[in-house]
């Protein structure tokens, strides 16, 4: 499995963009970089997309994906649950900011949304895929993604402290977590449903407890401006835990 990181940050600028994932070329998970990272061609070969909540920085190139392949003649599957879907319709796909794509033209729409629910298992593009609740301000699941060769990683997607229920359904090798902001910043992040280093190094060691072992993990989501404060205390947890943690950054690529 390719994991390529096109967007790794929760702001956007010239030299950061908002989340996305794009795995083996053809399946995404969120949608906040997926235009602005890809060429045409590269668009042309994805499948489908994950979208975990509804919030814009995950959302935001949904349009904008419906809009190209309106113009290829061509569909994209989008799985999301009922709350993301009513968002899209009622916000963006509307016919009034943009037309309802998922409904015209009746005869190939270029986007055709599936709703999942959590912990049931789908079946996409030969992935196993299990969404999973996690702890954010408004309903949001992270999902875990098993390839054909049996593979597996977990992006938790936004999420706050409190995992030990999303633990007992995933068992990854790779661990894509949120880390908004630094520590110094615990009750804000708290308050928005993030983590701080401190606060994920609490979750890596339920975690462990758990399952006795700790997968890589990669942190993504933070606040550029915040970064070098983050990536310092992420340094501590990783000497901490004795384990693999780095930050993720736009064009990086993991492997599985």
């Not at 060769?149 to 999303?166: I, Q, R, S, V």
């Amino acid at each position: 499995m390719n994991i390529c990181v096109l967007g790794a940050h929760n702001c956007e600028s010239q030299d950061s963009r908002f989340l996305c994932l794009l795995i083996d070329d053809i399946l995404a998970v969120d949608a906040g970089a997926l235009t602005s990272s890809l060429s045409f061609q590269a668009q042309q070969k994805l499948k489908a997309i994950l979208l975990t909540h509804q919030h814009y920085d995950h959302i935001r190139d949904v349009p904008a994906i419906a809009i190209n392949r309106f113009f290829q003649k061509a569909t994209v599957n989008i799985y999301s649950t009922r709350t993301v879907y009513n968002a899209l319709a009622t916000y963006l796909l509307n016919d009034e900011v943009y037309p309802r794509f998922m409904e015209s033209p009746e005869t190939n729409t270029p986007i055709k949304f599936t709703l999942v629910e959590p912990y049931k298992n789908y079946q996409i593009e030969g992935y196993t895929v299990l969404p999973v609740s996690v702890n954010h301000n408004n309903i949001t699941v992270g999902y875990q993604i098993t390839s054909p060769e049996g593979k597996t990683l977990f992006y938790t997607a936004d999420t706050g402290p409190g995992l030990d229920a999303c633990w007992e359904h995933v068992s990854p090798e790779l661990l894509i977590v949120d880390v908004t902001f630094p520590n110094n910043r615990q009750d804000f992040a708290i308050k928005a449903g993030h983590l701080t280093p401190a606060l994920l190094s609490k979750e890596l060691t339920s975690f462990r407890k758990l399952k006795g072992y700790l997968p890589t993990v990669v942190v993504v989501h933070m606040n550029p401006v915040l970064e070098k404060e983050i990536e310092a205390e992420i340094t501590t947890v990783a000497t901490e835990l004795n384990t693999s943690i780095s930050l993720a950054h736009e064009g990086m690529e993991l492997f599985l």
